[in-house]
């Protein structure tokens, strides 16, 4: 039908279009759990319960859009498995009665609807996640199978309806092929037995559809979806004219239940990660490359002398001890994990904490001076986070031992801007580990 088509063409384009005015996401502000990384594991099954109107638009209706009565509800099930933030599968089942009258005859019968849907996050590819890290706008389509079984009957007496009743005054539509004139118009049941039935009739459907799901918990999302299923034959009313090939429009209101584990968020909920093109830049940037290769040799070579450093000095017979730099840890840009390469600093420092009791170390984070002062604020919290998460769980050296002092931004070891050296941020994004000896 033309207006389902176009109602879905300006559904699609509604949408996103409210999506680009809506996706005003601050993405210096996200959490670690709100990035997508590839490494990481999400939730990424899911199932959806929902039930709503269907519509049907065939030959034998007495309405344009809305039926003025006698509507009919169908539920529905959607088994979902999501491949990274925007691409999905679903298998979805659809089942209930339909119904349609015109003139002095009507149709009425019951489908049963199998498909299998490609799923796109509109918002995901337009807004590079989720809006207001609550709403998902998405649009489907797929290919399935209708298995259904109709009857055509007249509305004064309710006798069914023989294939002469309708044909033979129907100019240019001679009567189908393989039906005999006094055939019933009934699918699904005997033509000579209208009451018995039989196999159901299979047609292929093409489902194409928007949605939108709203973000209760890590759990439970609620939704609702409008999907036009599209027949490649026009057998559904048995008015068998082959002029249109059957529509109907299913509305459902839904609740998914996402699987996976309590803590973890649904790869659908997640933001695209800015890093993957940062580290696909940095690759092939020979500067980048080369102060790299510095830094493992200088890595290398601080290997060879001890971790702790320090400056003693002998005055009245006290000794004042100096706070110096004992390590640093480097991260990549815009993450709080510490690398494998990192992990032998963290390991020297700790084997001079378990020798000395009297040492306590302050935890300073830093960050480049890229994003919003506030967000590397947090960012360098969070990495004071780490290192102090590695010290206390992977080493065993007492919490109490250690004081955090995030700076972001605010300490550059290489000011970038007016240096314009472009492989120097990396020295910015670190955590020092500084060392206090407290006398005793």
Known sequence: MKFSKYTLAFAILYIISTSMALAQIDFSNLTEEQIYRKQNKYNTWSVTLGYGPVFFYTDVIDYTVFPKSDYRFAPTVIVSKQWGRAWGLEAQFLGGSMYGEKNNRYFKGSFRDYSLNLRFSINQLVAFGPLGDKWDLYGKVGLGINAFRSRLRRLDDDSFMLVNDV?????????????????????????????????????????????????????????????????????????????????????????????????????????????????????????????????????????????????????????????????????????????????????????????????????????????????????????????????????????????????GESELLSDTQNMNIKGLHMANRRVDLLMIVNEE
């Open 167 to 407: 044909h033979k005054n129907l100019g240019g539509y001679p009567n189908p092929p393989g039906w005999d004139d006094d055939d019933y118009l009934v699918v699904g049941y005997d033509r000579q037995y209208p009451t018995d039935k039989t196999g159901r009739e299979t047609e292929l459907v093409v489902p194409i559809g928007v949605g939108a799901q709203y973000r209760i918990n890590k759990s439970f999302d609620l939704g609702v979806e409008m999907t036009m299923r599209n027949l490649t034959a026009d057998n559904f009313d048995v008015n068998l004219t082959g002029a249109d090939n059957d529509t109907y429009m299913h509305t459902s209101f839904s609740v998914t239940y996402k699987i996976g584990k309590k803590n973890k968020r649904h790869a659908r909920w997640t933001y695209k990660d800015f890093n993957l093109a940062y580290e696909a830049q940095r690759a092939s940037d020979p500067l980048a490359i080369r102060l790299d290769s510095l830094k493992s040799e200088l890595d290398r070579l601080a290997g060879l002398d001890s971790i702790i450093t320090t400056k003693s000095y002998q005055k009245f017979e006290q000794v004042i001890y100096e706070e110096g730099v004992s390590a640093s840890v480097f991260f990549d840009f815009d993450r709080s994990d510490i690398k494998k390469s990192e992990h032998r600093q963290l390991a020297r420092v700790a084997r001079a904490l378990k020798r000395d009791k009297s040492i306590s170390m302050v935890i300073a984070g830093y960050c480049d001076d890229r994003g919003s002062y506030e967000y590397n604020l947090k960012l360098s919290e969070r990495r004071c986070n780490a290192v102090l998460k590695a010290m206390v769980t992977d080493f065993g050296i007492d919490s109490s031992r250690f004081r955090l002092d995030p700076k």
